[in-house]
């Protein structure tokens, strides 16, 4: 059986060598020609210029392959993304057009039909698809969607969803109602049904895993508002999406009610290049109507003559787009299928990461954690008594932690939050300043797991060391 053999680490080196070898082969069954002498380099000058990239690249880069790098959403593609990757950008497709490259357009409905899956997209008519350069052009393609189906109507989203969807708003010159949030980050649902009474509300963008604390807006009571104020519903699960895989009530999943929901959603929005192991450039936008694919329909001269079948480029704003980005993808979920078991076991450690995370800092004396953890982020500060003193301590804490000899240096974030959020909170403190600077933490690679008790040691030891000093 499968499980009682030890899984395989990729050797990078070793699987990049052997696609390159297979490319190579393929393209000597067309029959040799002259390379053109132009694109010849000085021997002399790409040694030395690659020396200095490297060095460039390297300089002043922070780790994020390295579990002391948890601060922001970075993290590097998983060996097997940077394969297939790699492998398709020495063919180059771009899947703009069927003609720009036939097996990756082929993937990358693959690929969508098992997001289209995952979220329940894909029973009674179907649904509409296609993966995007990012979670941005993603959700400005559902709000553009949204303006189109109910011209002249605001967008409804929560004041700790991500800006993107007020720029978007402007960009698309629709108006952006915020709505307030409890004390946990999520949508208030009282504060939407005002929000829905005193405004014709074309859209609410529901987001399942806010980009600052990881909140999950509760979709499942957000909907009948919406439907019964003829509001369509767009989930922004760019960061959270893949954790519909763990929504199993389970210690080491997430509740389950609010990502069942997405399926009665109108679009849904998730990110590859965040949780779904994939170098940037990798987002989806997926529609339940197929029939909203109508506001695409353009005409171009330029692209469509060797198919009648519907082609990706008449179903997205973007026109070139890297076939690279849906084969890698397609490779990943082909060994990291989109189930519990598959992807879902990547993301188990970095939750109990964060859960062990909160655990730790209510017994600390000194640091506290900011509010219970829905997915892996974990937002922690010190029980000073002042928002000034907070603030200098924790970015102190910052700057020393990522000053320390290499081997040592621990990679956290900053981030801010009102005197009035952490109040809300239960956090008491006097408002000596407007905001505060506290430290975040996404456990976004399951090595976090191995690493928790000695961060929270590191931040009590350096805490005592450094600020008393
Ligand atoms: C990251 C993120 C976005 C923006 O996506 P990009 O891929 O960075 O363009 C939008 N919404 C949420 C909730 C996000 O986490």
Partial sequence: MAQDRPDLAIDLRQEAGRVIAALESWRDTFGAFTPAPENGVDADTWSQTLDTFIDRLTGEQYPFFHPRYAGQMLKPPHPVAVVGYLATMLINPNNHALDGGPATAAMEKESVARLASMFGFDSGSGHLGHLTSSGTIANLEALWVGREERPGAVIAVSRDAHYTHKRMGQVLGVEVVEVDVDNVGRMDLDHLGDVLSAHD???????????????IDPLADILPLARAAGSRVHVDAAYG????????????????RHFDAIAQADSVVVDPHKHGLQPYGCGAVLFADPAVGAHYRHDSPYTYFSSDELHLGEISLECSRAGASAAAFWLTTEVFPLTSDGLGRVLRPGLRAARRMHELLGQSQVWQSVQEPELDIVGYLTRDRSASGIDRDCVALFHALAELPREEQWHLATYSMSIEDLTRRGIALDADQDRVRILRSVFMKPEHEFVIENLVEVLEATHQRTLRA
Avoid: E, K, N, Y
Wanted: aromatic content about 6%.
């Fill in 201 to 215: 509300v074309g859209t609410v963008v529901a987001t399942l895993g806010t980009t600052g604390l990881g909140a």
């Fill in 241 to 256: 999406g893949f954790f519909a895989l763990v929504a199993d009530d389970s210690d080491s999943g997430v509740a389950s």
